[in-house]
């Protein structure tokens, strides 16, 4: 989608970093921005995962209207 013009926000779980860091070495965009969240997000309950989701929202934001974290 970003070679499309179209802005993206990839997260991942903290416990993947070293996969993401891996992929986007190995698809040659080695400094592609991804952002990282606590793991799990599954079974944490709705208020943990809103945190979550709150505390990700301005590094979101700036990826999606100015492309870089």
């Known amino acids: 989608m970003e070679e499309q013009g ?5 997260i991942i779980t903290d416990v993947f970093a070293n996969t993401g860091k891996a992929f986007t070495s190995l698809v040659g965009k080695p400094e592609f921005p991804f952002l ?6 599954t079974g944490i309950g709705q208020e943990d995962l809103e945190a979550r989701i709150r505390q990700l929202t301005p590094q979101v934001s700036r990826l999606l209207l100015e492309g870089r974290l």
């Open 36 to 41: 990282l969240c606590p793991h799990p997000i």
């Open 6 to 10: 179209l802005p993206t926000a990839t």
